[in-house]
């Protein structure tokens, strides 16, 4: 039996793109994006290799995102960056034309805020960890990712702040306890 064949090949794509998205230190929650776009990229084209593809091809799938998916502006974006990072990291095929492409536009909305009543009511249903958690994410402004991965190193009861370590963008930052 033959290594070689679209089963391996799309494999090797994929370890190349977790190879170099490793090497720019992104997210695990990046990586896995980047990779699910990608394996649905290549299987939408019927498993052709992305070396061959061209403008059209990548058009194709982002109109079949928003048209045929209805995806929000947002996971259209969010595709459209994981095709360039295929191509432009990944491959590196210069395509001069995506670097023009407009990117879908998220309405603004105004964000919805509870009130310091409805707080009260989601939080007296909580207890133990869960609660701690939720008072973090409230209290703090910590993201859910943030909080999870908080160690009691990074609690400073004395000043009353939080260290958040490796946040979002991989950023330490300083909030309130």
């Known amino acids: 039996v033959s290594v070689q064949g679209p089963y391996h090949e799309r494999h090797q794509l994929l370890d190349n793109v977790r190879e170099e998205i490793r090497k720019r230190h992104y997210s695990l929650r990046t990586e896995e994006a980047y990779i699910a776009w990608v394996r649905r990229f290549v299987q ?8 061959g593809m061209n403008e059209s091809d990548i058009e194709k799938f982002l109109s079949h995102l928003a048209v045929s998916c209805e995806v929000a502006p947002a996971t259209q974006n969010q595709a459209l960056g994981a095709l360039l990072f295929l191509f432009r990291d990944v491959l590196r095929i210069r395509l001069d034309w995506l670097d023009d492409v407009v990117r879908a536009k998220k309405p603004k909305r ?7 009543q409805e707080v009260q009511a989601v939080m007296i249903h909580l207890f133990g960890p869960k609660w701690i958690a939720a008072m973090l994410l409230y209290g703090a402004g910590l993201r859910l990712m943030e909080c999870l991965q908080l160690r009691v190193k990074d609690i400073d009861f004395g000043y009353r702040q939080i260290t958040v370590r490796g946040g979002k963008g991989n ?6 306890l």
Do not use: S
């Open 171 to 176: 950023r330490d930052r300083i909030t309130v």
């Open 110 to 116: 105004l964000p919805v805020v509870l009130t310091r």
């Open 44 to 51: 939408f084209h019927g498993f052709r290799p992305p070396e």
